[in-house]
Each structure stands twice: as C-alpha cells, then as structure tokens.
C-alpha cells in the first residue's frame, strides 16, 4: 500500500487550499482515512477523519472551516482548507487504515507527508 499526498503550500490567512491522497493497493480495503497535522515541535494530531460510509470527525480547532471527503472508488482522500489560520501551519500526513483482503488482518498506513504554511 502507497498513500500519495499533495496540494500543500503557501496561502496568507483566510486563504484555501485543497490536500489530496491517493491510496494504492488492489488486494486491500481501505476503511477509515484521515488527516494529521504535525506543526514544529509538537506531536502529530489528528484533524479530520472519515470512515468509508462517510462518518466525519473533526478536531475543534477545524470545525466550520475544514471538510473531510473521499473518493472509494478512487481509493482518494480528500481535505478542503478554507478560513486558514497561521495556526493551521504544519505537516499534514494523510492515514489509511486498510484490511488485506486475503488474510483480513488490518493494517496502518502513512503518506509522505505535504507542508503547508499559513502566514499572517
């Protein structure tokens, strides 16, 4: 399994931008994805998640401003950024969780990580 991450970079406050990760991997089914952020010096937190029938979770922090989406028949993540904050700056990581078709075991999966920076 491959996650794939972009769209990151460089907006003023108040400004939008769209991450997306593309996961790869036939013999897999992938259930819950989700955003992390990691800003300097701190651990890595959890943004937004979605389940693959389409239950959303949101930290407070991006409640109203973020939104959280896929695409299953694309196996794609998706995260709309608007109202951006200098406190949105960080790493986002995408996560898979993924369940092997053949063995059914579930797996954890991470993408390479995409920076995005919000400046005042």
């Known amino acids: 399994v491959q996650l794939q991450a972009s769209g990151g970079g460089s907006v003023q406050a108040g400004g939008s931008l769209r991450l997306s990760c593309a996961a790869s991997?036939?013999?897999?089914?992938?259930?819950?994805m989700g955003w992390y952020r990691q800003a300097p010096d701190k651990q890595r937190d959890l943004v937004a998640s979605?389940?693959?029938?389409?239950?959303?979770f949101y930290d407070d922090s991006v409640k109203g401003r973020f939104t959280v989406s896929r695409d299953n028949a694309k196996n794609t993540l998706y995260l709309q950024m608007n109202s951006l904050k200098p406190e949105d700056t960080g790493v986002y990581y995408c996560?898979?969780?993924?369940?092997?078709?053949?063995?059914?075991?579930?797996?954890?999966?991470w993408g390479q990580g995409t920076q995005v920076t919000v400046s005042s």
């Open positions: 996560e898979a969780q993924a369940i092997s078709t053949s063995t059914f075991r579930q797996y954890a999966y």
């Open positions: 991997g036939s013999r897999f089914t992938f259930t819950s």
């Open positions: 979605i389940t693959s029938d389409g239950s959303t």
